[in-house]
C-alpha cells in the first residue's frame, strides 16, 4: 500500500496495530517565517490505547516557555506532584500533601501554562474500556508571545486558570477548536493554529501595537522588534551576566532587570537557570540516545557549571533525581519519554 498523505499514513499505522496501542508521534518548527519570533516548536500524538493499566507515561520538566496544551479526549491520564499550577477542581479540598499521590485528572479542554512550576509526574490512567483515543497538540511559546500578540505580561499569568478564549474571544476559540477537533493528523493541527497565530499578530500589527520583525527572542544581536509597551529584550545570553547585557543594549541594570520581570515573568537569574538546565538535560539526552558513555563533570563544565556539586543541586531541584538516579531510570526506558507533553 502507498502512503501518500498523512491520513493514509495514519490509517496504514491504525490497521498495522488493530488490537494493540499504537500513536503517531512528531515535532515541528513553525513554518511561517513571522512566527519563527513567537513559537518555539509542537509536539502532537494522534492514536488509541488499548492498555488498560495504569502507569506512569513521563516526567515533565520546568521550562522558560510558555505552553499551551490541546487535549482533545479526557480521562486518559493525570498528574502527581506540587507546584505545576493545575488547579483543583472547585469542590475539592484535599490537602497539598495529598495532592501528590493522588492526582488531578486532564480533561478535555485546553491548558495555558507559564513554564512548568516544578516537576511533576504525569500517569495513564486505568481503564475498563478496551480502548481510548488520543489526540493532544503542545506548543511551545517564546515567554513574549503573550506580552506582544495578546497585550499580556506573563507574571499577570501566573496562577491563572487560562483558556484559549481568554486569549482570542469566545467566537474566534470555538471555531479554531471545531477546525482542531475534524483534524485527524498532526500537521494538520499545526496547520490551523498557525493561520489563528497569523491572524492574531496581523490584528496586532493592524491596531499598530508591534512593528515586523522575524527575528527570534534569543536572537541577541542589535534588532529587535519595538511593541507599544517598549523595549523587548531577548533570552539571556547564558555566557553574559545582568551587567554585561546591560551595558551590550544600553540600559541601566536595574530598568533591565525590571524589563525581564515584566516581559518574561522571571528574574533574569531565574531564566538563565531554566535555560542552562534545558540546554544541559538535552545535552544527556543526546547522550543517553547514542548510548555513549557519561562523564558528569565534563557535563557539568560543558554546561556552565562552577563545578559538580552546582550541577547536581540544579539538576536535583529540576528533576526531582541526581544525575546519577536519572540515569539509572531513564537509560532503559526511554520509550516512555515517545507521547504526551
Same mark, same amino acid.
Given at each position: 500500500?502507498?502512503?501518500?498523505?498523512?491520513?493514509? %499514513?495514519?490509517?496504514?499505522?491504525?490497521?498495522?496495530?488493530?488490537?494493540?496501542?499504537?500513536?503517531?508521534?512528531?515535532?515541528?518548527?513553525?513554518?511561517?517565517?513571522?512566527?519563527?519570533?513567537?513559537?518555539?516548536?509542537?509536539?502532537?500524538?494522534?492514536?488509541?490505547? #488499548?492498555?488498560?493499566?495504569?502507569?506512569?507515561?513521563?516526567?515533565?520538566?520546568?521550562?522558560?516557555?510558555?505552553? *499551551?496544551?490541546?487535549?482533545?479526549?479526557?480521562?486518559?491520564?493525570?498528574?502527581?506532584?506540587?507546584?505545576?499550577?493545575?488547579?483543583?477542581?472547585?469542590?475539592?479540598?484535599?490537602?497539598?500533601?495529598?495532592?501528590?499521590?493522588?492526582?488531578?485528572?486532564?480533561?478535555?479542554?485546553?491548558? *495555558?501554562?507559564?513554564?512548568?512550576?516544578?516537576?511533576?509526574?504525569?500517569?495513564?490512567?486505568?481503564?475498563?474500556?478496551?480502548?481510548?483515543?488520543?489526540?493532544?497538540?503542545?506548543?511551545?511559546?517564546?515567554?513574549?508571545?503573550?506580552?506582544?500578540?495578546?497585550?499580556?505580561?506573563?507574571?499577570?499569568?501566573?496562577?491563572?486558570?487560562?483558556?484559549?478564549?481568554?486569549?482570542?474571544?469566545?467566537?474566534?476559540?470555538?471555531?479554531?477548536?471545531?477546525?482542531?477537533?475534524?483534524?485527524?493528523?498532526?500537521?494538520?493541527?499545526?496547520?490551523?493554529?498557525? %493561520?489563528?497565530?497569523?491572524?492574531?499578530?496581523?490584528?496586532? *500589527?493592524?491596531?499598530? %501595537?508591534?512593528?515586523?520583525?522575524?527575528?527570534?527572542?534569543?536572537?541577541?544581536?542589535?534588532?529587535?522588534?519595538?511593541?507599544? @509597551?517598549?523595549?523587548?529584550?531577548?533570552?539571556?545570553?547564558?555566557?553574559?551576566?545582568?551587567?554585561?547585557?546591560?551595558?551590550?543594549?544600553? @540600559?541601566?541594570?536595574?530598568?533591565?532587570?525590571?524589563?525581564?520581570?515584566?516581559?518574561?515573568?522571571?528574574?533574569? @537569574?531565574?531564566?538563565?537557570?531554566?535555560?542552562?538546565?534545558?540546554?544541559? #538535560?538535552?545535552?544527556?539526552?543526546? *547522550?543517553?540516545?547514542?548510548?555513549?558513555?557519561?562523564?558528569?563533570?565534563?557535563?557539568?563544565?560543558?554546561?556552565?557549571?562552577?563545578?559538580?556539586? #552546582?550541577?547536581?543541586?540544579?539538576?536535583?531541584?529540576?528533576?526531582?533525581?541526581?544525575?546519577?538516579?536519572?540515569?539509572?531510570?531513564?537509560?532503559?526506558?526511554?520509550?516512555?519519554?515517545?507521547?504526551?507533553?
Amino acid at each position: 500500500m502507498s502512503v501518500s498523505t498523512d491520513t493514509d %499514513r495514519l490509517k496504514l499505522l491504525a490497521e498495522q496495530n488493530e488490537h494493540q496501542s499504537w500513536v503517531d508521534f512528531g515535532s515541528a518548527k513553525p513554518t511561517h517565517p513571522l512566527l519563527h519570533r513567537y513559537i518555539v516548536s509542537y509536539t502532537y500524538s494522534i492514536g488509541c490505547l #488499548h492498555e488498560r493499566q495504569a502507569k506512569l507515561i513521563t516526567r515533565a520538566y520546568p521550562t522558560v516557555m510558555t505552553q *499551551i496544551y490541546f487535549e482533545f479526549y479526557g480521562g486518559l491520564s493525570e498528574i502527581r506532584g506540587q507546584g505545576h499550577g493545575f488547579s483543583q477542581p472547585a469542590n475539592s479540598h484535599t490537602s497539598s500533601r495529598s495532592q501528590s499521590t493522588q492526582g488531578i485528572e486532564i480533561a478535555k479542554r485546553t491548558y *495555558i501554562k507559564l513554564g512548568l512550576g516544578q516537576w511533576f509526574d504525569i500517569y495513564q490512567l486505568a481503564s475498563d474500556k478496551h480502548s481510548r483515543p488520543i489526540k493532544n497538540l503542545k506548543v511551545d511559546l517564546y515567554p513574549i508571545t503573550f506580552y506582544e500578540l495578546f497585550q499580556y505580561a506573563p507574571r499577570e499569568l501566573s496562577g491563572e486558570d487560562l483558556q484559549l478564549a481568554d486569549l482570542l474571544g469566545q467566537t474566534t476559540s470555538s471555531l479554531m477548536l471545531e477546525e482542531m477537533a475534524a483534524a485527524n493528523t498532526g500537521q494538520a493541527l499545526i496547520e490551523i493554529v498557525e %493561520r489563528y497565530f497569523l491572524q492574531q499578530l496581523w490584528q496586532q *500589527i493592524t491596531k499598530q %501595537r508591534l512593528k515586523i520583525c522575524s527575528a527570534s527572542p534569543s536572537d541577541n544581536s542589535n534588532h529587535h522588534t519595538t511593541a507599544a @509597551k517598549g523595549f523587548t529584550p531577548p533570552l539571556p545570553n547564558l555566557q553574559q551576566s545582568l551587567t554585561e547585557q546591560a551595558r551590550h543594549y544600553q @540600559k541601566s541594570e536595574r530598568w533591565l532587570q525590571k524589563r525581564y520581570t515584566e516581559v518574561y515573568g522571571m528574574s533574569f @537569574k531565574q531564566i538563565q537557570s531554566n535555560l542552562r538546565f534545558q540546554q544541559t #538535560h538535552q545535552l544527556l539526552w543526546r *547522550i543517553l540516545s547514542k548510548r555513549q558513555s557519561i562523564n558528569l563533570t565534563e557535563l557539568a563544565y560543558r554546561s556552565g557549571y562552577f563545578d559538580q556539586a #552546582h550541577f547536581i543541586k540544579d539538576f536535583k531541584r529540576y528533576t526531582g533525581m541526581t544525575p546519577g538516579q536519572y540515569l539509572k531510570t531513564n537509560f532503559d526506558q526511554q520509550s516512555q519519554y515517545l507521547w504526551y507533553w
